[in-house]
T-cell receptor, first 115, second 116 residues
Framework: AQSVAQPEDQVNVAEGNPLTVKCTYSVSGNPYLFWYVQYPNRGLQFLLKYITGDNLVKGSYGFEAEFNKSQTSFHLKKPSALVSDSALYFCAVRAETGTASKLTFGTGTRLQVML | GAVVSQHPSRVICKSGTSVKIECRSLDFQATTMFWYRQFPKQSLMLMATSNEGSKATYEQGVEKDKFLINHASLTLSTLTVTSAHPEDSSFYIC????????????FGEGSWLTVV
């Protein structure tokens, strides 16, 4: 069975500082990895994904994530945080096989960016 | 990115009644749609997977007779909560994967259901 772990319930960072939101995964075969962001009372917005290729993936709003196969991690990063980045972030994984494979989500990490 | 629309965004219904939530892919054909439920401050729980023109596949523990899912066309899936009870109150989110969109799954804005 596939799984995702987001070890931090909340991450606090000052505006302008770099941020990291951690994610590790477990899946059979090659993983497809995703990050989504959720603002209050809203659906999920796609940020970025890793399918294959470069381990460093760049996505929306200046976010990036690094795929590390040996550590089975896909941490989300941003060089300079903004207050507007404050939201709930979900990491997700699905197996490579099958186009309609189910996404498995982590429990989410709340990012709080302070002035 | 691709757009998935959910309607209504908020609905209040009385106990014992049924309520329907629609999920539409606006600019792509969705071969598969997923329905999730999210409790406050929790992650998303997959309820079922629906493929156009076939019966939905429900996750373990989800009552298929209570949560009716129909995926009648490549752009529309509906979730009907039948004989709703207060414990069905939740945030329901749909997502869709398209024929030509690769491996990205796009999500709707969610629907708040309150059963009184």
């Amino acid at each position: 069975a596939q799984s995702v772990a987001q070890p931090e319930d909340q991450v606090n960072v000052a505006e302008g500082n770099p941020l990291t939101v951690k994610c590790t995964y477990s899946v059979s075969g090659n993983p497809y990895l995703f990050w989504y962001v959720q603002y209050p009372n809203r659906g999920l917005q796609f940020l970025l994904k890793y399918i294959t290729g470069d381990n460093l993936v760049k996505g929306s709003y200046g976010f990036e994530a690094e795929f590390n196969k040996s550590q089975t991690s896909f941490h989300l990063k941003k060089p300079s945080a903004l207050v507007s980045d404050s939201a709930l972030y979900f990491c997700a994984v699905r197996a490579e096989t099958g186009t309609a494979s189910k996404l498995t989500f982590g429990t989410g990490t709340r990012l709080q960016v302070m002035l | 990115g691709a757009v998935v629309s959910q309607h209504p965004s908020r609905v209040i219904c009385k106990s014992g009644t049924s309520v329907k939530i629609e999920c539409r892919s606006l600019d792509f054909q969705a071969t598969t749609m997923f329905w999730y439920r999210q409790f406050p401050k929790q992650s998303l729980m997959l309820m079922a997977t629906s493929n156009e023109g076939s019966k939905a596949t429900y996750e373990q523990g989800v009552e298929k007779d209570k949560f009716l899912i129909n995926h009648a066309s490549l752009t529309l899936s509906t979730l009907t909560v039948t004989s709703a009870h207060p414990e069905d109150s939740s945030f329901y989110i749909c997502s869709a994967i398209g024929v030509y969109l690769g491996n990205t799954i796009y999500f709707g804005e969610g629907s708040w259901l309150t059963v009184v």
